[in-house]
């Protein structure tokens, strides 16, 4: 089965703090997502990878950034959090095959006070 | 008008009745995915689908390419199938989402 492992399911911080979120994931997948989820917004796409060190700017990157430099660790980055930022945010990895779908961490709900 | 529209967007049923989610796009794909999301926030993959009829225990997803629908069947409902049932477009990489249902199964 397929394992993706989210850092923290709670997390709180302050406003202007630097925030790392981590995922990894533990079945060699070349694609990693980060979502956000708000409601009455559904998820929304932030960043994805599709390889170490390539990243592509999803429907809402602004204020965020990610780092991938090893295949199973995606990392988004708030570098100055802001209130708008509290939400759950949801990390997704997908083997590129039509066929497979993606698989989702537990979420890490993020509160910035 | 969205892509992807998702019906009805909150559904309350009893214990034993049978369920069905629509998923309407407008676009064309590769395949469809069908997510279940707990109130705890985790989401579990229940089907992915390009064709035809998927089933497993008492859940069915249907998707007819022509009609650019798919719908997710729930027979013998339980109050553990309460959730939020999400479909997901997927076309080469590009991907898009339904705003979900939510289902609440009452005892």
């Known amino acids: 089965d397929v394992k993706v492992t989210q850092s923290s399911r709670y997390l709180v911080k302050r406003t202007g703090e630097k925030v790392f979120l981590e995922c990894v994931q533990d079945?060699?997948?070349?694609?990693m997502f980060w979502y956000r989820q708000d409601p009455g917004l559904g998820l929304r796409l932030i960043y994805f990878s599709y390889d170490v060190k390539m990243k592509e700017k999803g429907d809402i990157p602004e204020g965020y950034s990610v780092s991938r430099e090893k295949k199973e660790r995606f990392s988004l980055i708030l570098e100055s959090a802001s209130t708008n930022q509290t939400s759950m945010y949801l990390c997704?990895?997908?083997?590129?095959?039509?066929?497979?779908?993606?698989?989702f961490g537990d979420g890490t709900r993020l509160s910035i006070l | 008008k969205n892509e992807v529209e998702q019906s009805p967007q909150n559904l309350t049923a009893q214990e034993g009745e049978f369920i069905t989610i629509n998923c309407s796009y407008s676009?064309?794909?590769?395949?469809l995915h069908w997510l279940q999301q707990h109130p705890g926030g985790g989401i579990v993959s229940l089907f992915m689908l390009s064709s035809g009829k998927k089933k497993h225990g008492r859940l069915i997803a249907t998707i007819n390419i022509q009609e650019k629908h798919s719908s997710l069947h729930i027979t013998a409902s339980h109050p553990r199938d309460s959730a939020v049932y999400i479909c997901v477009l997927y076309n080469n990489n590009d991907m898009r989402f339904g705003a979900g249902t939510r289902l609440t199964v009452k005892p």
């Open positions: 676009v064309g794909i590769s395949a």
């Open positions: 997704a990895s997908y083997l590129n095959r039509g066929d497979q779908p993606q698989h």
């Open positions: 079945m060699d997948h070349e694609n």
